[in-house]
């Protein structure tokens, strides 16, 4: 495949994202839920990338990451979702491309956007109708930024920088989802 014209910039916020071929489902079981999220804590030491948020939908994923040394995060995310789309083979005795192409993403430059961002990306799960409120959804981060589960899939300064208490991003959750004029997010991926 040809290498991407955008380059990924050490210190880079990146929303990364994807949906299974054909919107079929990449995740089936809890099991598989668990397997990429051991995967994402093996890839993010091996490609020093941190993770901000991520969910996992039954069909898509979407990720927030900083990029902390020169090392592309398009490195972390191929290695990541090469080694789950062959175990996920493998173990559903089928052949074939999991993913709808390439990842995408977009890189995140504004701190206005980056809040926004965190919010989307942890009320997926609600805007596809899967629970009624981000932290009954366990595939994402969202327990971890509330205090309400431990976990190594958070940075805690990142979230500080913004909401200085739990309270205060849950407050932040709970305003619509609007963007603001001029900011578009990812295609919806349901």
């Not at 290498?3 to 990924?8: A, C, D, S």
């Not at 040394?69 to 005795?93: C, K, M, T």
């Not at 701190?111 to 366990?138: F, K, Q, S």
Request: with cysteine; glycine share 6%; hydrophobic share 40%.
């Amino acid at each position: 495949m040809p290498r991407r014209k955008n380059e990924f910039i050490g210190g880079g916020y990146y929303h990364v994202y994807n949906r299974g071929a054909g919107r079929q489902s990449i995740f089936l079981t809890d099991a598989h839920y668990r397997h990429c999220l051991r995967l994402v804590q093996r890839y993010r030491v091996r490609y020093a990338v941190t993770v901000i948020v991520y969910c996992l939908m039954p069909n898509h994923y979407h990720f927030l990451l900083r990029q902390d040394v020169d090392i592309p995060i398009s490195r972390f995310v191929g290695a990541l979702f090469n080694a789950y789309a062959q175990a996920f083979n493998r173990e559903q005795r089928r052949t074939g491309t999991l993913f709808e192409g390439r990842f995408k993403h977009v890189a995140v430059t504004e701190d206005l956007y980056l809040r926004h961002l965190c919010r989307y990306i942890h009320v997926n799960p609600m805007a596809a109708g899967l629970v009624a409120t981000p932290e009954a959804w366990p595939y994402s981060n969202y327990q971890e930024w509330m205090g309400l589960r431990d976990g190594t899939l958070v940075d805690r300064r990142f979230i500080e920088q913004f909401w200085p208490t739990s309270a205060d991003y849950r407050a932040f959750i709970a305003e619509p989802v609007t963007m603001p004029e001029g900011f578009v997010l990812a295609d919806r991926l349901t």
